[in-house]
């Protein structure tokens, strides 16, 4: 029996744009929903497991294995089932997911910093959204699928539909940390979360009233999916490939270039935006009949940005903060994800295989975020991900042009290859000339290639990347290597300048002398010298007759080095390869000459502060805003009362503001007043004598309770009281780093 078309049912819904309107619709907000809830609850579980390496590796990996597993469950639902079985199924799985509304910890949950740390983030992701995430996640084949089997006259290519479900990423991308985290708290932004979810359900209401109100065929209210649906053709391994490389190379290239940009301009705020939006962009864009631009123009631009990517990432072209440069590596990205998501839209089965054709772009897309994000900081020892995933782009036409080589042709590219890489290895062997060899094994190779096909865009890469990237290194370099948090770099500028140099991306974490590095006090540098602000507090009364000490955020360890004897220095560290950097005497020797038996805390400082109940401080320092950067969930003012929970009476707490884009001082005195404290800036000039003696201009902030014996300290006619400006106060719940923008100020 036939499926009724839209026109011999009754009721608006049943015509063609109504269908269309209701199913684009409810995957646009099914979209927009998916990406809200990641940063939502991102934002609730800071504060509460802090922002270690192993917690957000691990809500990423939760978050792309639930984004599979959606895409899975929703395969084997329409492979498996009928329609109406579909809907029921889903909005059975809705319902439940009602139960975990609003959005929040769950009661009881308390975080163990001795415990494991990823089996507890898992359990709190699984208990928190895992139910609501699963659902969202499966809804874009499933709504299409549905909408090929509703009677539509477009529902044979629902395909557009994808489209509209990336609008709705992209919209809620920009519309959480541009609307409504300035204006809402987290709780309040779940609230309506909680509103639009069940909205969403309505919807999914709606389009079971389509199949469930019309007259059924046996297959709509059997078992078995319909006959429409039975797949009449075999995905091949080819398919397969092609989907997964076109998947893979977009999402790996946008968080290269994002990479790319922190690390050569600063943690500029909000810089993962962009990338993410062009992004998500690209897709209605390109999942259409008909693309906003030719195919032919896609695949220049894909040509010429390819050729300039790998200019971009052989050389240090963004290193000296080019906002052009900048502009021109993301309509780079944007041009090949453009042309990467358009052949992945051409190279798309007919809709009774759209599921698996999802699943796999699901598999492709994680693999690339697992690529960047996990296997290359493990794997390379610089930002290695950029020149490969590119080299990977350029592979693309070689995938796309691979039916067009016959037996023969391959043959013959592949013989010449070998023969070509048997002569490198072997006058390799002779004169050890390596790069030298590589370049005329490489021209031989574009003349063979040449005359095979038409891949000069992939020959021009390869060499390119290989001979210019591969071999690309600092001068000067001591030690480099990368972790979950960036690149570390250790480089000596020799005479006139004599110095060692600690960079963690373009921001310097730190410097010594050379002629320091054989002393048995090294002098604090940077904004640690001496003359500034921290060490001043330091050097008080206050602080050298104190037995403990806190400094958050290591560096290179300069301030332990302003430790007299007998005190404990209390260091608090996120990542655990500055520390090894401190500790390194052959790298710099703050650490091993003034406190190398006192402790290290890795881990995030808040919660590692959480359950030091026991300890008192006198000084504690909080340098943890030296890149340009806001850590929120260290900033409010539950933290500021977490900081004076570990401070004694007269103990004062400091923090290092130093920032180019931010006024973190504005919710420091909007805390301050909130808890009763007192609070002074500190912020000089320095002199011309300051800079040559390598000294930073710093900004300090000071806080300490009424009372407290800071007398000497203010001494110094710099440090000036400062009040609140009357704004929203900061909290767990409420914070809008927007608001404290220069730029908009």
């Given at each position: 029996?036939?499926v009724p078309?839209?026109e ?17 619709l409810?995957i646009f907000?099914s979209?927009?929903?998916l990406f ?6 991102a934002?609730l579980?800071?504060p509460?497991?802090?922002g ?8 990423m990996l939760?978050f ?18 009928s329609t109406r ?6 909005l059975a799985?809705w319902?439940l ?5 609003p959005?929040?910890i769950?009661e009881?949950?308390t975080f ?5 740390v990823?089996?507890?983030t898992l359990?709190?992701?699984a208990?928190?959204?895992?139910i609501?995430?699963a659902?969202?996640?499966?809804n874009?084949p499933l709504i299409q699928?549905?909408?090929?089997n509703?009677?539509?006259p477009?529902?044979?290519d629902p ?6 479900s990336?609008?709705?990423s ?11 985290e ?7 932004i779940?609230?309506?979360?909680a ?6 359900g309505a919807?999914l209401?709606g389009?079971a ?10 297959t709509?209210?059997?078992n078995?999916?319909?006959a429409?649906d ?5 995905i091949t ?6 989907w ?5 190379v977009?999402s790996?290239?946008m968080?290269a270039v994002?990479?790319?940009?922190s690390?050569?301009m600063?943690t500029?705020?909000?810089v ?5 939006a062009?992004f ?5 864009l ?11 123009w ?6 010429v940005?390819v050729l300039?990517l790998i200019?971009v990432?052989s050389?240090?072209?963004l ?6 440069m ?5 309509l780079a990205f944007f ?5 990467a998501?358009r052949q992945?839209?051409l ?14 772009m699901?598999v492709?897309?994680?693999l690339?975020g697992?690529?960047n994000s ?5 794997v390379f ?5 950029g ?6 782009a ?7 042009a691979q039916?067009q080589l ?7 590219v ?6 070509l890489?048997?002569?490198t290895?072997?006058?390799t062997?002779f004169?050890?000339?390596l ?5 005329v094994?490489g ?6 290639l ?12 390869l ?6 990237g591969a071999?690309?290194e600092?001068r000067?370099?001591?030690f480099?290597?990368?972790s979950f948090?960036?690149?570390h ?12 140099y600690y960079?963690?991306g ?6 010594q002398r050379l ?7 090294p002098v604090?540098l ?6 500034l602000?921290?060490?001043r507090v330091?050097?008080s009364t ?5 037995s ?5 955020g290591l560096?290179i ?5 302003y430790?007299?004897p ?6 608090y560290?996120?990542?655990s390869?500055v520390d090894q950097?401190a500790?390194?005497?052959?790298l710099?020797?703050y650490?091993s000459a003034c ?7 890795l881990?995030?400082a ?5 359950g030091?109940?026991d300890?008192?401080m ?11 950067a806001v850590?929120v969930h260290l900033?409010t003012t ?11 009476d007269?103990?004062?707490v400091?923090?290092?503001i130093?920032n180019?884009?931010?006024d ?10 909130a808890l009763g404290?007192?609070i002074?800036m500190h ?7 300051q ?11 000071m806080?300490?309770r ?6 000497d300290?203010l001494e ?5 009281q400062?009040?609140?400006d009357?704004?929203?106060i ?16």
């Amino acid at each position: 029996m036939s499926v009724p078309t839209p026109e011999a049912t009754s009721g608006k819904i049943r015509n063609g744009k109504g269908l269309a309107a209701l199913f684009t619709l409810t995957i646009f907000l099914s979209a927009s929903l998916l990406f809200f809830v990641q940063p939502l609850f991102a934002k609730l579980t800071l504060p509460v497991i802090g922002g270690a390496p192993a917690v957000w590796t691990t809500a990423m990996l939760f978050f792309q294995t639930v984004l599979i597993g959606g895409y899975l469950y929703a395969h084997l639902l329409v492979r498996f089932c009928s329609t109406r079985w579909q809907l029921g199924i889903h909005l059975a799985f809705w319902g439940l997911a009602l139960f975990f509304l609003p959005l929040a910890i769950p009661e009881n949950w308390t975080f163990d910093p001795q415990g494991p740390v990823t089996l507890q983030t898992l359990w709190l992701f699984a208990l928190g959204i895992g139910i609501p995430f699963a659902v969202l996640s499966a809804n874009a084949p499933l709504i299409q699928a549905w909408y090929r089997n509703s009677g539509a006259p477009s529902g044979d290519d629902p395909y557009f539909l994808y489209g509209a479900s990336n609008l709705g990423s992209m919209t809620a991308l920009l519309a959480f940390p541009l609307l409504a985290e300035p204006i809402f708290g987290a709780s309040a932004i779940g609230w309506g979360w909680a509103v639009g979810f069940m909205v969403f359900g309505a919807c999914l209401a709606g389009i079971a009233a389509v199949f469930f109100t019309r007259p059924a065929t046996p297959t709509q209210s059997g078992n078995i999916a319909p006959a429409s649906d039975t797949p009449t053709t075999r995905i091949t391994a080819d398919q397969v490939a092609t989907w997964l490389m076109l998947a893979f190379v977009p999402s790996s290239l946008m968080l290269a270039v994002t990479t790319k940009i922190s690390t050569d301009m600063g943690t500029i705020p909000m810089v993962w935006i962009l990338p993410l939006a062009l992004f998500l962009a690209t897709f209605p864009l390109t999942f259409r009949q008909r693309a906003f631009m030719p195919d032919s123009w896609l695949k220049t631009l894909f040509s010429v940005s390819v050729l300039f990517l790998i200019y971009v990432f052989s050389t240090s072209a963004l290193a000296h903060g080019s906002v052009l440069m900048a502009t021109a590596l993301l309509l780079a990205f944007f041009s090949v994800a453009l042309f990467a998501h358009r052949q992945l839209y051409l190279a798309r089965p007919d809709g009774s295989q759209l599921t698996i054709f999802y699943l796999i772009m699901s598999v492709g897309g994680a693999l690339g975020g697992l690529y960047n994000s996990i296997v290359a900081p493990a794997v390379f020892d610089a930002l290695r991900e950029g020149p490969t995933t590119v080299a990977m782009a350029v592979i693309i036409p070689v995938f796309l042009a691979q039916n067009q080589l016959n037996k023969t042709t391959t043959r013959v590219v592949i013989t010449i290859a070998v023969i070509l890489a048997a002569i490198t290895l072997a006058l390799t062997a002779f004169t050890g000339n390596l790069v030298y060899l590589m370049v005329v094994a490489g021209m031989a190779l574009v003349v063979a290639l040449l005359i095979a096909s038409r891949m000069i865009t992939f020959v021009i890469a390869l060499i390119t990347v290989t001979v210019s990237g591969a071999f690309l290194e600092y001068r000067e370099v001591v030690f480099s290597d990368r972790s979950f948090f960036g690149t570390h770099l250790v480089r000596d500028l020799p005479a006139p300048y004599s110095m060692r140099y600690y960079f963690n991306g373009t921001t310097v974490h730190g410097l010594q002398r050379l002629e320091d590095l054989d002393s048995d006090r090294p002098v604090p540098l940077g904004y640690y010298h001496p003359e500034l602000p921290m060490a001043r507090v330091l050097n008080s009364t206050l602080a050298q007759s104190a037995s403990d000490i806190g400094i958050v955020g290591l560096g290179i360890g300069s301030l332990a080095c302003y430790r007299t004897p007998g005190q404990t220095y209390h260091f608090y560290e996120i990542d655990s390869l500055v520390d090894q950097i401190a500790r390194d005497p052959a790298l710099f020797t703050y650490m091993s000459a003034c406190a190398a038996d006192q402790p290290t805390y890795l881990g995030d400082a808040r919660v590692v502060l959480e359950g030091q109940a026991d300890l008192k401080m006198s000084v504690l320092v909080i340098d943890a805003y030296s890149s340009d950067a806001v850590p929120v969930h260290l900033t409010t003012t539950e933290a500021m009362q977490l900081y004076f929970d570990r401070v004694e009476d007269n103990g004062v707490v400091l923090y290092h503001i130093s920032n180019r884009f931010y006024d973190i001082h504005l919710p420091l005195a909007r805390s301050a007043e909130a808890l009763g404290l007192n609070i002074w800036m500190h912020d000089e000039t320095l002199t011309e004598r300051q800079t040559d003696d390598n000294a930073f201009r710093s900004t300090v902030v000071m806080v300490a309770r009424p009372g407290a014996q800071v007398d000497d300290i203010l001494e110094d006619e710099n440090w000036h009281q400062i009040d609140s400006d009357g704004g929203r106060i900061w909290t767990d719940d409420y914070a809008n780093p927007l608001s404290i923008l220069r730029i908009f100020r």
